[in-house]
């Protein structure tokens, strides 16, 4: 199956700072990349996609990027607020597969 | 308008009993996927279904089963139930593909505990 991996499983951050969650994956076939972000008790919510074709894409606070060269993907949350509290999840995916998601990042921001 | 909505929210079941979860997608969804979520491995993918045919299988063993009716809501089964099942299963629908850009939305889940 594939790989989808988050290199750390918990990121504590301080209220305001900018928080970065990584995630590589190994499908270099891999076109489109969504983040996800779960709280407790609910199901995963979208955040932000990308596709391949992009190497940068800006949303609210947040920003992905994407490096195709080391199958690198990363979240950037901008000023930490104590909502962005969660699991964030990557998903990778190409045409005519399912989605393969990570085992999640646990994001918690201290007040 | 109304989300993907599961249920039922919590079940607990007996080792050897079968079980079965429900997911009504979002009015206008016709695809849906299932999703097992673990502590150590993630959300894992179960099945697709679209139009009542399943389109996309995971790697789950043959007690792991679903269906969708002709309104797209869709029902998985797991037969002859082990501690091992014990999980969040989510299912999440889409207008056709199963990407965001198709609103690919999540329901809230269905926790699952095998005792």
């Known amino acids: 199956g594939e790989n989808v991996g988050l290199h750390l499983p918990t990121l504590s951050v301080q209220e305001g700072d900018n928080s970065i969650i990584n995630c590589a994956y190994s499908n270099s076939a891999s076109d489109y990349f969504i983040w996800y972000k779960q709280e407790s008790g609910k199901g995963p919510q979208f955040i932000i996609d990308i596709r391949s074709n992009m190497d940068k894409r800006q949303g609210q606070r947040v920003t992905v990027l994407l490096n195709k060269t080391v199958k690198h993907l990363s979240l950037q949350i901008a000023a930490t607020q104590p909502g962005d509290s969660a699991v964030y999840f990557c998903a990778e995916t190409h045409p005519g597969n399912q989605f393969y998601f990570g085992t999640g990042t646990s994001l918690t921001v201290i007040p | 308008k109304a989300g993907v909505t599961q249920t039922p929210r919590y079940l607990i079941k007996t080792r050897g009993q079968q079980v079965t979860l429900s997911c009504s997608p979002i009015s206008g969804h016709r695809s849906v996927s299932w999703y097992q979520q673990t502590p150590g491995q993630g959300l894992q993918f179960l099945f697709e279904?679209?139009?009542?045919?399943?389109?996309n299988k995971g790697n789950f063993p043959g007690r792991f089963s679903g269906r969708q009716f002709s309104n797209s809501r869709s029902e998985m089964n797991v037969s002859t139930l082990e501690l091992g099942d014990s999980a969040l299963y989510l299912c999440?629908?889409?207008?056709?593909?199963?990407?965001?850009?198709?609103?690919?939305?999540f329901g809230s889940g269905t926790r699952l505990t095998v005792v």
């Open positions: 999440a629908s889409s207008l056709v593909w199963g990407g965001p850009e198709d609103g690919y939305t």
């Open positions: 279904y679209f139009s009542e045919t399943q389109r």
